[in-house]
């Protein structure tokens, strides 16, 4: 008789809980927004990647709604077989003017997107230089590529740089990848020296604007507008799930690049098309990103408030234990000392009504409370949340 082939599951699943990491699924009732359902109550949402608050929108179901009348709820196959609808290409094109690129190219989610360009983008003969906190997408792009792949320390330019100095030589085509915002920190990648280097150096850079789009630019065309850089030579990678309120991703650039992806990345050709529902949600969403620069304005509105509020009150703290991590994005991290503490503060939080996730390792290097902020968030709940801090963090250390 042999042993039992998945016991080790259960040892694994054991470590996991000895280290505080285990994670579960929490539902969540009801519509999208600012306050949500969960377990019955109602809570302020700190949780949401919807930073226009438009995936509970009236315009985007509305939209939603008349994609599946017209087209019904599935898009049947590969886009390059039975998968497209003009749907596809409107959003397409509305993506590309966003960004201002030559071209866009939609992808079934974000995810899928960095899969299918960064390892059509590099092959075993190359080098890809990534930056160590990046997203999971683009580190298991950089595997599936086949090149060789070296992280730099976050943010780190003189190291990248003596990265491409010793080893650029060596290898046949270079790609750096970067979050634009990083998603677990919600600070900003140095763009203008990233693309400086990537030029001395004859490299591509890949920008994956995932937490940007929408949210940062006059236009909310991202962090590349933000730092001034359209149109210059840059692959930028998104999602259709975040601002944008839907579900999908893409890539936009040249058209030269488009055309090539469209026939090497295996993200794209071997999965199905976007359904109708999705593609019609986000090219309403485009369309109010860029009609109504006033939500954008708002969303910056509550984060200078938020974070005014939260330095004050730390500042306060004797105990020193909480650290407002450094963010120029609607991401705000509170990092404290361990995932026992972080978990006990999450759950004081939900308690009175707020919904703001504990973030531990192996997600993170270090424990923290990770909030987002929406645009539709409104000045109580911002004072709600403050409040509640103060109490669970004075729970936490009579504890
Ligand atoms: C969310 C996210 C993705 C994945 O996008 P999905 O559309 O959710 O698959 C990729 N990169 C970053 C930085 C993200 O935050």
Same mark, same amino acid.
């Given at each position: 008789?042999t042993a ?7 040892d694994?699943l054991?470590?996991i809980?000895?280290?505080d990491?285990?994670?579960?699924v929490?539902t969540i009732?009801g519509?999208?927004g ?15 990647n919807?930073?226009?608050?438009l995936a ?7 939209a ?5 009348q017209?087209?019904?709820t599935?898009s ?12 596809h290409?409107?959003?397409?094109r509305a993506?590309a003017d ?8 939609v992808?079934?989610s974000?995810?899928?997107a960095n899969?299918?360009?960064?390892s &059509? !983008? @590099?092959?075993?003969?190359?080098l890809i230089?990534?930056d160590q906190?990046? +997203?999971?997408?683009?580190k298991? /792009? =950089?595997?599936?590529?086949?090149a ?6 976050h ?14 030589d060596r290898?046949?085509?270079?790609l750096l990848?970067?979050?634009?915002v990083?998603s677990?920190?919600?600070d900003l ?6 693309? &400086? !280097? @990537?030029?001395?150096?004859g490299?591509m850079l890949?920008?994956d604007?995932? +937490?940007?789009?929408?949210?940062? /630019? =006059?236009m ?5 507008e933000?730092?001034?850089c ?5 692959v ?6 975040k601002?944008l309120?839907s579900l ?19 993200g794209f ?5 976007l359904s109708p ?12 990103v860029?009609?109504?620069?006033d939500?954008?304005a708002?969303?910056?509105q ?6 005014q ?10 105990d ?5 991590l450094?963010?120029a ?6 990092q404290?000392a361990?995932p ?11 308690q009175?009504?707020i919904f703001?996730p ?6 993170v290097p270090?424990s923290r409370l ?13 004072q709600?949340?403050?409040t509640?801090?103060s ?9």
């Amino acid at each position: 008789m042999t042993a039992n082939p998945y016991s080790w599951l259960e040892d694994a699943l054991t470590t996991i809980h000895r280290a505080d990491w285990y994670r579960s699924v929490q539902t969540i009732e009801g519509r999208s927004g600012a306050v949500v359902q969960m377990a019955g109550q109602a809570v302020i949402n700190f949780a949401s990647n919807d930073y226009l608050g438009l995936a509970g929108d009236d315009r985007l179901m509305q939209a939603a709604i008349a994609a599946i009348q017209e087209y019904g709820t599935g898009s049947t196959g590969s886009r390059l077989v039975s998968g497209h609808r003009d749907l596809h290409e409107q959003l397409e094109r509305a993506i590309a003017d966003l960004k201002q690129t030559e071209a866009a190219l939609v992808f079934s989610s974000g995810y899928l997107a960095n899969l299918g360009t960064v390892s &059509a !983008l @590099a092959g075993k003969r190359d080098l890809i230089l990534s930056d160590q906190y990046n +997203h999971s997408s683009l580190k298991q /792009g =950089a595997v599936l590529s086949g090149a060789t792949v070296l992280d730099y320390a976050h943010c780190d330019m003189v190291q990248l740089r003596q990265l491409l100095e010793q080893h650029r030589d060596r290898h046949r085509r270079c790609l750096l990848l970067t979050d634009s915002v990083f998603s677990m920190d919600g600070d900003l990648c140095p763009l203008p020296e990233l693309l &400086a !280097l @990537a030029e001395t150096f004859g490299a591509m850079l890949l920008v994956d604007e995932a +937490h940007a789009t929408g949210v940062l /630019g =006059a236009m909310g065309g991202g962090c590349v507008e933000h730092f001034g850089c359209t149109g210059r030579a840059i692959v930028q990678v998104g999602t259709l799930s975040k601002a944008l309120g839907s579900l999908g991703g893409y890539v936009a650039g040249s058209a030269t690049l488009i055309d090539y992806l469209r026939n090497r990345a295996a993200g794209f050709i071997y999965t199905t098309g976007l359904s109708p529902a999705a593609t019609a949600a986000a090219l309403a969403a485009v369309a109010i990103v860029q009609q109504d620069p006033d939500r954008r304005a708002q969303l910056w509105q509550n984060v200078t408030q938020l974070k005014q509020t939260l330095s004050q009150q730390l500042a306060a703290n004797i105990d020193g234990d909480i650290k407002l991590l450094p963010s120029a994005s609607p991401i705000l991290c509170l990092q404290v000392a361990s995932p026992a503490i972080v978990l006990h503060l999450g759950k004081a939080l939900r308690q009175a009504g707020i919904f703001a996730p504990a973030i531990r390792p192996p997600t993170v290097p270090t424990s923290r409370l990770r909030l987002t902020l929406m645009a539709t968030h409104e000045g109580e709940h911002l004072q709600r949340f403050t409040t509640a801090l103060s109490q669970a963090m004075q729970s936490g250390l009579e504890r």
